[in-house]
């Protein structure tokens, strides 16, 4: 199926053609019955109530048409197309007139168990943001657009989460935590494809709810300190090394110390100690060799 424009002409100048209908119908009735003077005619007693009854079936085809609202005209089950403009229309006699909704909407999905990449079980929710830009694929393509867009929604966020591991240390690696943009973008992409044979337009997707589930959640989160202990511990090491190695060349270059091996060992772990421990640290004095 596929959209398409149906007729239908402005309500208010067909509502004035139906009244001037009906007032010649009235007449030429009046007319047939001799009661104007003068004798009694049948073709005008058959043309004034034809013109009644044409006046009358008319009268009943008036559509209102909301903003951002359409109808769907249907003729003995047969799509005749779709009224989009906003106003009073009348359309063809004898039809049903289907109301779709054309104004943005959301949908918030209800909070999903998955597992994540790594086989981590979490809880996973989303907000999408749709419209309907083909009333008639939105009709009569699928059943109950609504709720076949709930249903592939909480299909499309299964799909998307399973994809990705719920966090990780590593920069190059994108997570649902840590790239939610990415995410989001990819669940839209997804869901476009999804929802395109309903006539809906995804506009937004993103997630509101994303957390580890309750049976891990305890374990998780010391993995993650754990995790974030040893990734700052590895570029404190890093930062102490590069700091010592620049401390030592500096003094050799000045000339202000002269050490040999086990000097040079003792001072660099002496350094690195100072550097990379998170407590206090006292100084050893040296006063040199007793005799």
Do not use: C
């Not at 393509?141 to 990705?164: C, G, L, N, P």
């Amino acid at each position: 199926m596929k959209e398409k424009k149906t007729l239908a002409i402005n309500g208010y100048i067909g509502i004035i053609i139906l009244i001037l209908m009906a007032l010649l119908g009235v007449w030429l009735f009046i007319s047939g019955t001799g009661s104007l003077g003068g004798s009694v005619s049948v073709p005008l007693l058959v043309s004034g109530g034809v013109l009644l009854i044409l006046s009358g079936i008319f009268a009943s085809t008036v559509t209102i048409v909301a903003p951002n609202q359409a109808k769907i005209i249907v003729l003995f089950g047969r799509y005749l197309g779709t009224i989009r403009n906003n106003g009073m229309f009348i359309t063809v006699p004898f039809t049903n007139k289907l109301h779709i909704s054309l104004r943005v909407r959301n949908f918030n999905s209800s909070k999903l168990k998955v597992n994540d990449v790594d086989g981590n079980p979490i809880e996973i929710a989303a907000v999408v943001v749709f419209r309907v830009i083909d009333t008639a694929k939105a009709a009569f393509d699928v059943d109950f657009y609504e709720d076949f867009i709930e249903i592939q929604s909480e299909t499309a966020i299964r799909h998307v989460a399973t994809k990705y591991p719920y966090d990780s240390f590593q920069d190059t690696d994108v997570t649902l935590r840590g790239n939610s943009a990415e995410v989001s973008q990819e669940l839209t992409e997804e869901l476009q494809r999804r929802l395109e044979v309903a006539g809906v337009e995804i506009i937004e997707a993103r997630l509101t709810h994303l957390a580890y589930s309750t049976e891990i959640a305890s374990a998780m989160l010391q993995r993650q300190q754990a995790k974030a202990i040893l990734s700052a511990r590895q570029i404190i090491v890093e930062g102490a090394v590069g700091m010592t190695q620049l401390a030592i060349a500096q003094l050799e270059e000045e000339g202000v110390l002269k050490l040999d091996d086990e000097r040079r060992l003792q001072l660099v772990n002496n350094l690195l100690v100072s550097i990379i421990t998170d407590k206090g640290t006292q100084p050893v004095i040296n006063t040199g060799d007793v005799s």
